[in-house]
Each structure stands twice: as structure tokens, then as C-alpha cells.
T-cell receptor, first 115, second 110 residues
Framework: ETGVTQTPRHLVMGMTNKKSLKCEQH?????MYWYKQSAKKPLELMFV???????ENNSVPSRFSPECPNSSHLFLHLHTLQPEDSALYLC??????????????FGPGTRLTVL | GQSLEQPSEVTAVEGAIVQINCTYQ??????LSWYQQHDGGAPTFLSY????GLEETGRFSSFLSRSDSYGYLLLQELQMKDSASYFC???????????FGDGTTLTVKP
């Protein structure tokens, strides 16, 4: 595997379900991100982890719970979601703390539908 | 707060040149980057400007004017495959985090 992978690619869940999204980066990066992208809308940054510590939480509802067990893996735990949470959830990684720009590498995303 | 403005839609014909502008107001500024996203795909990095001036990468060029809080992405010799959304993003800290604009949907017509 190379780059950033995400599983599952598609997920349909009911409002009472609990599910988790998984992201794995094979680039040796030290920062990982979760974004939400709704139809025809911009990327909304949800969480940032740098060196496995959460450094940003952009007022995301508590029904979204991130977990970063190590620098290569990032999870987004979902519970009691609402239909408006249906969106494409993108994971990204980058290398922080070095000079110059460290571009973000994105995974393919998980297309989530909440019924 | 952070705000970035870019046109929502641009249409051009194959072979033409198109410029997508981005103006920003951010509390900090380390650089402006551009990403391309095809429908149903993930964003991919195109370019980054930290200093004023033009950066050229093949058919794509990116320009920055820090004094004007303005930048643009220039796409030359447009091809059908260039039809996509283009996002500008400001790196506002000395970390990898960036704030993204709303995106510009480019449609290339034959």
C-alpha cells in the first residue's frame, strides 16, 4: 500500500448505529487530518493530530470522536449521527515541523450516508 | 477569522488559458497553495507560493502577491481532463494545517 488509504470507501448507517472510519498513511508523516466535504461545499477541517496529539478540534459535535493511536493510523468513531452528517469524509497527512511547504496528501475518502 | 474568496464557477474552451483568482484574509500567512479535485476524487496538490511572484509547473502556474493578499492559478493549453474543482488554501501557521477556500468549478468545453 502506498499513500493514504481509507476504509470503508462507502458506508450507509442508521442514526442509532455506531461505526468507525479508518485512515492509514504509508508516507512517514507526523500529522493527520479529518475533513468533511458535503455536496457542492468546501472542505471543512474537523480534527488535526500532530505527533499523535490532537491540536485542533473545530467545534465538531461530540457524535464524532477521533482517535490517533500512532502516527500512521487515524480513526473517526461515529455514533447517533444525523442525516445532515451524510458527506464525503477525507483523511489527509503531512509532515510538520520542517522548512518549506509540506503538502497534504489526501486519501480517497469515505462516502457516508446516514438514513 | 479566516476567509478566502474565489469564483464559484469558470468555463473555458479547450486550448484556452484560464485564471482562477483567490483573495484571502487570515490572521497568519505562511503561503498559498492550490489543490485540484476531480468529481468523486480526492484533492491533489498542485502548487505552493510562499514568496511573491510566479511559480511555473508545466501547463500550470501560480502567482502570489502578499501585499495584496491575492494569488491566482493559471492554466494554459486547457484540456478536457482539467475540468475539476480547484481550491486555494492558506497555510496560516508554521504547521501543515491550511484553511481552504470554497473551490472553483472549472468546466472545459470542446
Amino acid at each position: 500500500e502506498t499513500g493514504v488509504t481509507q476504509t470503508p470507501r462507502h458506508l450507509v448507517m442508521g442514526m442509532t448505529n455506531k461505526k468507525s472510519l479508518k485512515c492509514e498513511q504509508h508516507l512517514g508523516h507526523n500529522a493527520m487530518y479529518w475533513y468533511k466535504q458535503s455536496a457542492k461545499k468546501p472542505l471543512e477541517l474537523m480534527f488535526v493530530y500532530s505527533l499523535e496529539e490532537r491540536v485542533e478540534n473545530n467545534s465538531v459535535p461530540s457524535r464524532f470522536s477521533p482517535e490517533c493511536p500512532n502516527s500512521s493510523h487515524l480513526f473517526l468513531h461515529l455514533h447517533t449521527l444525523q442525516p445532515e452528517d451524510s458527506a464525503l469524509y477525507l483523511c489527509a497527512s503531512s509532515q510538520d515541523g520542517t522548512s518549506g511547504y509540506n503538502e497534504q496528501f489526501f486519501g480517497p475518502g469515505t462516502r457516508l450516508t446516514v438514513l | 477569522g479566516q476567509s478566502l474568496e474565489q469564483p464559484s464557477e469558470v468555463t473555458a474552451v479547450e486550448g484556452a488559458i484560464v485564471q482562477i483568482n483567490c483573495t484571502y484574509q487570515t490572521s497568519g500567512f505562511y503561503g498559498l497553495s492550490w489543490y485540484q479535485q476531480h468529481d468523486g476524487g480526492a484533492p491533489t496538490f498542485l502548487s505552493y507560493n510562499a514568496l511573491d511572484g510566479l511559480e511555473e509547473t508545466g501547463r500550470f502556474s501560480s502567482f502570489l502577491s502578499r501585499s495584496d493578499s491575492y494569488g491566482y492559478l493559471l492554466l494554459q493549453e486547457l484540456q478536457m481532463k482539467d475540468s475539476a474543482s480547484y481550491f486555494c488554501a492558506v497555510r496560516d501557521t508554521n504547521a501543515g494545517k491550511s484553511t481552504f477556500g470554497d473551490g472553483t468549478t472549472l468546466t472545459v468545453k470542446p
